[in-house]
């Protein structure tokens, strides 16, 4: 069955530095990739989509790299700050059915 | 531009009583997406709708649970003869669908049921 793991629960790093969140899936070849932000007791918002024929994609300070040979995406926020701390969620979807990580539980300390 | 709108936002069930849970897509967004996100768990796909046609309900629960999109009004998720073990946040998402193969889903703030 599909499997999505997301790196480690949680991680704490220093405001200003760059946050590398980790999503690697198994038995599954998506044909492209969500990233989204979650906060407690809200819905999920959208951040990034990266399909399968683009290696990388930006938007202000956050970078997505999509790796199908190595069946993962990378997800990294630049110059931190604060109130980027959320759950960040990763999705690889196909036919418009997307499947969730269960989140990495980012904290940026200023 | 409303962004999806789901109500009601908190809802309190007593065992064996029926929950029906709304949700209003985004202005010009024709699909509607079903999730379950339990207690420290991720969200988990349940139903994939589309004006009055259910395109994929794998994730569904066989027995109990039901969904539709009406030609006209919100799109309704209704769990039947409620257990303990449907408490749980239950996120409504919409997207466009026009873009091929691939949409964006926009969420809404959920709505979070509890079973007494």
């Known amino acids: 069955s599909q499997k999505i793991e997301q790196n480690s629960e949680a991680l704490n790093i220093q405001e200003g530095k760059t946050a590398t969140l980790t999503c690697n899936y198994t038995n599954y070849s998506p044909a492209y990739l969500q990233w989204y932000r979650q906060d407690p007791g809200r819905g999920p918002v959208f951040l990034l989509l990266i399909r399968e024929n683009e290696k990388e994609k930006r938007k202000e300070r956050l970078k997505v790299t999509f790796d199908t040979t190595l069946k993962q995406s990378l997800f990294h926020i630049t110059a931190s700050q604060p109130a980027d701390s959320a759950t960040y969620l990763c999705a690889p979807g196909s036919a418009r059915q997307l499947t969730f990580g269960s989140g990495t539980q980012l904290t940026v300390l200023p | 531009n409303a962004g999806v709108m789901q109500n009601p936002r908190h809802l309190v069930r007593r065992r064996g009583q029926e929950a029906r849970l709304r949700c209003s897509p985004m202005k010009g967004h024709s699909h509607v997406y079903w999730y379950r996100q339990l207690p420290e768990e991720g969200l988990k796909f349940m139903v994939y709708l589309q004006k009055e046609n259910i395109i994929d309900e794998s994730g569904m629960p066989k027995e109990r649970f039901s969904a539709e999109f009406p030609k006209e009004g919100p799109s309704i998720l209704r769990i039947q003869q409620v257990v303990r073990g449907d408490s749980a946040a239950y996120f409504c998402?919409?997207?466009?669908?026009?873009?091929?193969?691939?949409?964006?889903?926009?969420f809404g703030p959920g709505t979070r049921l509890t079973v007494l």
């Open positions: 998402a919409s997207s466009p669908g026009a873009s091929g193969s691939s949409d964006t889903q926009y």
